[in-house]
């Protein structure tokens, strides 16, 4: 392989170290793009980062999508690219996509106002889910039991800044004892499933929150996460899924510039290296 | 046309009454969507949003966006598009897809921490440009003309809340003499253009900042603004255009959700009544 | 009165109309200090600000503080004076001054973090009160009936931007129906107190979110009241308080710039007429 | 020495470890109160809290005054107390105390909206100062040189949360070149005075911004620090003076929680120490 490998960070998690490691292993000139050191220029004008394969791993969801932007008026070949991390990383357009493509989501109401959020959620039968379009690890996804906590909900994202955290998306809550399901999808393929179990005490899943896991084995989840995947054209993706006792799984969730740290330890991949192996088979291309 | 037009706003400004005037004289069917009222569910459930031609008026960014997919997800056919609006409302996007086109924008750098945009603001030469990816009517549109300046705008930036407001776009000044083009493209046609002047002790153009106007006839800016809707698939559009003089006209920003009574009026045009002849051949289709 | 009166304004509420019409009527001399347009020098430099009585009426409790500051610094006597108007701004200021003259308040906790605030409200019996030190007409004031409750009130709170409105006040929940007392102190009288009743569905008693009011004559609020009025200093205050089956009244809250309206249609009392002839005898001083 | 000490802290800076190494030489009994990890009470019911003399040393300063007023109901002498401590941390209130004590302060106005901040800042000659009533290390104090720059950090404040970091302090600029004086006040005693020099390229003199320092020694900044100290009835602080060729020196700034370790090195004096002596003294009264 002989494009330049580009790992474009800002936080380095051991996700990023890992993938440093694996391309090592394989011998590919990787050059780290720290954005928290180098500004990004749109077009083609910076040398050292034309015509790469680039990895886009910024933890923040916007910083990732720009570089992803910069990089690709480069010239560079970008995972995931700019238009695939911004899909999975606004919830809203994340179920456009996937409603397109005919995969089941939760039902779901969009407020876009305090009014209309607070009488969505007042009529709305109990418990439901009250969340941003964007945001990580469970933050700002709230279980509403009652009507004084809705309006809780409602004032407290009144008083937040941007027009998209003051965005409610309100969702039929899945009772499923805080547990869902975490499927990785590298390509055309799903390397693997594992079930998150929030902690006592939690409802949320979320590893952040304390969740245990463990891999599981079943056809289904599998199959859908590879069609998640691909409904946003992602090269790599992590998609969370609930299990709904009549409807069947749902799609909660995708993350384009996902972690798999927890996901490798439950699964005993190496899921740097699958990633990294991804990347050789396009940079042959 | 038997197909109903959703005319969806949140505030009515002086266009949303031209439009509801406009649909009323040709006899259209059409319902009012106010989202400060109405939540809007994902999917197809909403009888009385199914199966129309939606007009996307919220004055937020983000409420329009969000607005259009929900009607998408209700097989609305909608005027923008949500991706049309976002491409425009997000000025990195909109370089991108520029770029891609091979369309001419300013000289652009995207500094995505407080210390690269110091940096790259300290180094350019002055006078130069610092602004965010979203936001209207020249809003933290800065111009800084040397070094203090350019702490103070890094600085209170880093104060704001979304990772999307403490982005920096730099670019080149370019000398207008604080004029610049408004273009307005309706489906492959160029209805018009004007010029903008800023007033004085003011170098933004912005009708909102006083701002004088009049008619221009030039081919060149015509056609530029036409590949510019054209290259981010808006349906109507305005364009702002500067005119460098080594350079020539560069494409500086588009509006997905265009203002259009000043142009109306400058050129003597009914914007408002040739949107709803489109939108009429469109129903027709 | 030969005293300038000075009416410090931003907007103009029905109080504010009812406080013109009386200064009008005993024909002194007013000047409307509108903070909006005139910027306030610190210092005696300003003619038309010295040696006034000025009514301190801002919404905004720190544009209150500010503009009562550069009026005493003008020689100008405030009522309130800045200090009361902090004191009684920032609830946890108003319950050490509170407790430092033995009145009664609810059992109250501070916390200064995400963490404690967390720990505080998860072993607290529940119901338990989250509210901020500053905030009116019960904005951001939580009745957290549960864990998930609580886990969402301190997060939402953590995406605040200012420390003041990061800081939670934990109180004891006291059941009272929905009910609380409202009396009205000027100088060394209570002018009178009314039972505020929230509206069904709905916990909190305030006016603003459509509680009922009228009349009551008990002793002991009023007596406590002028006890509070005067722990904070104040020349005029209103004063909230409530009755706990065990403990008796304990003080909630005292507010600075009262609003009156309600008070005064409900006691059938021209507050603004008595809050004028005070204003009288202290120019006669 | 027999009453205990609290050294209340939430981050550890170099200050808090030589007041904790200063307190165990002298052999007092030391509880360290972490606010990230205790929720605290207020009035007298927590028991390791009563009776203290309590050094208030959180970095934010409303948790530092929270802290001071949570010790205060609970019957512990706090050094420096809430009061002190919110009169420092505000610097309209700090001004009003200075100028009440007729001390000397550059010209200032304040501006409490957008509007009147606007017409303030252009009418003004200059260069001139804005800066917000909170905040330190420099941050939000800019330097204004011409309208451009007036109208962007305007812009830009309008854009933040709080009441008090929209407000305006409109300064007259003294040419200094880069240079304040900054002087430690303990008790009635001033222990030492020291110069600090912006670095190039920066006009502010904080040591945070990267300015030099060294010790001076002139009996008046001594003798005005000794007043602002008193001013305030701080137990100590820093006090900030610049030097104005016509006025002479002139209270800018005190600081009620002040960092030491650049004034204990550039004047070779056991800041802490002396400190912990006061305490001490203070302990057997």
Redesign the interface.
């Known amino acids: 392989m002989t494009t330049q490998v580009i790992l474009a960070v ?1 936080i380095i998690r051991p996700e990023e170290k890992m993938l440093w490691h694996s391309l090592q292993t394989i011998g590919v000139k990787t050059k780290i793009l720290n ?9 083609k004008k910076k040398h050292d980062l034309k015509d790469s394969i680039a990895l886009i791993r ?1 933890v ?4 990732a999508v ?2 992803a ?2 990089l ?2 480069n010239n560079s070949r970008t995972i995931n690219n ?1 238009q695939t991390i911004l899909l999975a990383g606004d919830k ?2 994340t ?2 996509k996937l ?2 493509n005919n995969l089941p ?1 939760p ?7 305090r ?3 607070l ?2 959620l007042l009529q709305h039968k109990k418990p439901v889910i009250d969340k941003t ?1 964007i945001g990580s690890w469970g ?2 996804v ?8 809705a309006k ?2 409602v ?3 009144e ?7 003051k ?1 409610h998306i ?1 969702q039929e809550y899945i009772p499923t004892n805080g547990e869902d399901i975490r499927c990785f999808v590298i390509g055309q393929e799903c390397i693997g499933c594992i079930k998150r179990k929030a902690q006592q ?3 949320r899943s979320n590893v952040a929150l304390g969740a245990h896991t463990e891999p599981i084995h079943d056809p289904i989840p599998n199959e859908l996460a590879i069609k998640a995947s691909q409904a946003i054209k992602a090269d790599y993706a992590s998609i969370d899924l609930f299990y709904h006792k009549e409807k069947g799984y749902l799609i909660n969730e995708i993350n384009g510039v996902p972690e798999f740290k927890v996901l490798s330890h439950t699964l005993k991949i190496n899921v740097a290296s699958e990633l990294v192996s991804y990347l050789k088979k396009i940079g042959k291309k």
Chains 1, 2, 3, 4 share one sequence.
């Open positions: 800002d954005i928290k050191k180098e500004a990004l220029p749109l077009g910024p923040s969801m916007y910083r720009y570089t932007i910069a690709e008026t700019s809203i357009q179920y456009k409603l397109e989501i039902d779901t109401t969009i407020a876009l106002t009014e209309t959020a009488q969505t379009p933050r700002m709230s279980l509403i039991k009652n009507n004084e906590t809780i909900v004032e407290h994202r008083m937040l800044q941007s027009t998209q955290t965005t309100i005490q939690e409802w």
